[in-house]
Structures are given as structure tokens and as C-alpha cells.
């Protein structure tokens, strides 16, 4: 069965101050994962994903994230935090392109100090 | 380009009832997922719908069904609801069932009293 640790609850960072958040994954084939966001009142959306290729992905606002095989990790980073950044993050499993079949992680909630 | 959009926004229910959260996929979309979110956690997949059928189904009880109409609108019914059931319920739509990018709704949030 796939699962996935975000070991974090809560990380709070300085507004500027860089960002990393944790992935731990547990997938017995080739996984396929994504980061998504969720702001307080609205869905999750997409931050990028990973399925094969150069393991350094980058995606939208600036996040980027590496996947590592070795250590079963694919972790979410930012070089400078902006006060939006905010929100609850997710870290998701698939074992395949279908995206809307996922397994979550229980999410990361960044609070931004000014 | 309308996203997703989901219905109603809250209610409540009371234990034992039925309810029916009603899920528009993005403009385009054909593939429609549903997902319940409890407070603190996760979004659990609760199943997936593709040309009108339920083609994947995550770890839910039977109590837990849905609908997918020809205009690739969908439906989730909860039956003899449990206080438990009480979660944000989220939909998502992508474009064939290999869709790798899915777009979410803002969720249906159910209190069961």
C-alpha cells in the first residue's frame, strides 16, 4: 500500500527566510508525486509534480522540489518566502499519470512571520 | 473558463440521513474524483468517475455513492450518515483518466449532528 509522512506539522519561517518542507513515501513501484497548496476557504491547487525525468522539478510561485529514490523523499522548497506562501501543504503519491487517484500525506501548515 | 464548482457550500445534517453533494468539473474535463478531508488531515480518495462509471474506489464503505451524468457533471450520496462523516468534501476533475493534472473545488463542508 502507498503512503506518505510529512513529518512537520507546523514550520513557521521569516517572511525572505527560505523554506523546506518534508515528503517522506512509501510506494513499491515507480511513484508519481506532487506538491499541492490549500489556503484557508479554497481547494488545493497543483504547486508541480514529478513522473519521470530530471529529479529537480520546478513549479509554480517560485517552489521548486528534488526527488530522491534513495532516501524516498520528495521534498518542496522556496529560496525566499513571501507572506502569501501561507497556507497548508500536501504532499501526494500516485502510481500512475492518473492524478485524481492520489494518496495525501496529512499536510504542512506554514505560518510566515514578518 | 469556470473551474470546478461544488455544492452546496455547507450543511448540515443529522446522523442517520442521506446527503448529496453535487460537483461541475472544469470546463473540458471528462474525469471527476472525490475526495473527503477531515479536520487536521488529508484528502482520502473516495472514488473516481469516467464515462458514467465508477472506474477507481478508494477504502470507503458502501454508503458511499456517486453519479456521473452525460454532461460529466457528478454526484456523491452519503447514506445513513455517521458523525464521523463530518468532513470537507473535495472534487476534482481532469481531462481522461491519465489526466495528470487535476483541479480542485473549494469542497462541500458537511457537519453531521
Known amino acids: 500500500a502507498q503512503s506518505v509522512t510529512q513529518p512537520d506539522i507546523h514550520i513557521t519561517v521569516s517572511e525572505g527566510a527560505s523554506l523546506e518542507l518534508r515528503c517522506n513515501y512509501s510506494?513499491?513501484?515507480?511513484?508519481?508525486l506532487f506538491w499541492y497548496v490549500q489556503s484557508p476557504g479554497q481547494g488545493l491547487q497543483l504547486l508541480l509534480k514529478?513522473?519521470?525525468?530530471?529529479?529537480l522539478v520546478q513549479g509554480i510561485k517560485g517552489f521548486e522540489a528534488e526527488f530522491k529514490r534513495s532516501q524516498s523523499s520528495f521534498n518542496l522548497s522556496k529560496p525566499s518566502v513571501h507572506w502569501s506562501d501561507a497556507a497548508e501543504y500536501f504532499c501526494?503519491?500516485?502510481?500512475?499519470?492518473?492524478?485524481?487517484?492520489?494518496?495525501f500525506g496529512d499536510g504542512t501548515t506554514l505560518t510566515v512571520k514578518p | 473558463d469556470a473551474g470546478v464548482t461544488q455544492s452546496p457550500t455547507h450543511l448540515i445534517k443529522t446522523r442517520g440521513q442521506q446527503v448529496t453533494l453535487r460537483c461541475s468539473p472544469k470546463?473540458?474535463?471528462?474525469?471527476v474524483s472525490w475526495y473527503q478531508q477531515a479536520l487536521g488531515q488529508g484528502p482520502q480518495f473516495i472514488f473516481q468517475?469516467?464515462?458514467?462509471?465508477?472506474?477507481q474506489r478508494g477504502n470507503f464503505p458502501d454508503r458511499f455513492s456517486g453519479h456521473q451524468f452525460p454532461n460529466y457533471s457528478s454526484e456523491l450520496n452519503v447514506n445513513a450518515l455517521l458523525l464521523g462523516d463530518s468532513a470537507l468534501y473535495l472534487c476534482?476533475?481532469?481531462?481522461?483518466?491519465?489526466?495528470?493534472?487535476?483541479?480542485f473545488g473549494e469542497g462541500s463542508w458537511l457537519t453531521v449532528v
Open positions: 476534482a476533475s481532469s481531462l481522461g483518466q491519465a489526466g495528470n493534472t487535476i483541479y
Open positions: 510506494y513499491g513501484a515507480t511513484p508519481y
Open positions: 514529478y513522473f519521470s525525468g530530471d529529479t
Open positions: 501526494a503519491v500516485g502510481g500512475s499519470t492518473n492524478a485524481g487517484k492520489s494518496t
Open positions: 470546463s473540458g474535463h471528462d474525469t
Open positions: 468517475y469516467y464515462e458514467e462509471e465508477e472506474r
